[in-house]
């Protein structure tokens, strides 16, 4: 797709629960945190086209620039940009970045350009993403694809925006509680779903499903 396509997404104050959100202490305990989104804003712009890749972090004064065929890398200049580039890939681009807020904070201001990197891609890639989604996403990008450790509050709440209470568990090790309650249960995780898979995904969460009903079905017959 051609133009310019453009995402900010607020930073936030951390009211109580801070670090509760952060594995393994959220998976084993479950968190809570109270956070209220504020009118400062990470922002990303991406324009298609060119013949390689420019990024540019405007609030670090950081700018790089990869041929087309180049390999992005999680662990080099401009490290999130790159990794938001190899997660949801656009071609040659230029990908520019900033923040209200000034680098270490607290505010949770890489948390939000998560959320602004992963709106102004998908955009850019033609795809229209739920809020859910685009919080998951956020976070698979700076946990997975930029390996940066960390909670999840930041993303939550740049992406839902106002003042929320916000519970986490690893829903990974929820769904194996629940699937050893159940006779042949199977744990499936789908990336990037909210509480409503079937809503967010349902092709994705059909694929999974109705085999599973099948099997349960022929063994119960």
């Known amino acids: 797709m051609s133009g310019v396509f453009r995402a900010a997404a607020p930073v936030r104050l951390d009211l109580a629960g801070g670090w509760t959100d952060v594995p393994p202490y959220s998976a ?4 809570v945190v109270v956070s209220a989104a504020i009118a400062l804003y990470a922002r990303a712009e991406v324009q ?7 990024l540019v972090s405007e609030d670090l004064g950081a700018a790089f620039e990869l041929p087309a065929d180049a390999v992005l890398s999680a662990s080099g200049p401009l490290a999130l940009l790159q990794a938001g580039l190899r997660m949801l890939p656009v071609g040659p681009c230029a990908l520019t970045t900033r923040s ?14 998560d959320v602004a990197l992963v709106a102004a891609l998908a955009a850019a890639r033609g795809e229209t993403l739920e809020v859910p989604g685009i919080a998951h996403l956020a976070c698979r990008l700076e946990r997975e694809e930029a390996w940066i450790a960390g909670g999840r509050q930041d993303q939550f709440t740049a992406a839902f925006g106002g003042f929320l209470r916000l519970d986490f568990k690893d829903p990974a090790a929820e769904a194996a509680g629940v699937a050893g309650l159940v006779a042949s249960g199977q744990v499936a995780m789908i990336d990037g779903a909210g509480h409503y898979p079937a809503a967010e995904y349902p092709s994705v969460t059909a694929d999974v499903v109705l085999p599973f009903l099948r099997s349960t079905a022929t063994s119960a017959g």
Do not use: K, V
């Open 100 to 113: 209200d807020a000034p680098p270490g904070s607290g505010l949770g201001s890489s948390g939000a350009l």
């Open 28 to 31: 084993r305990e479950g968190g």
């Open 48 to 54: 298609p086209g060119g013949s390689g890749f420019r």
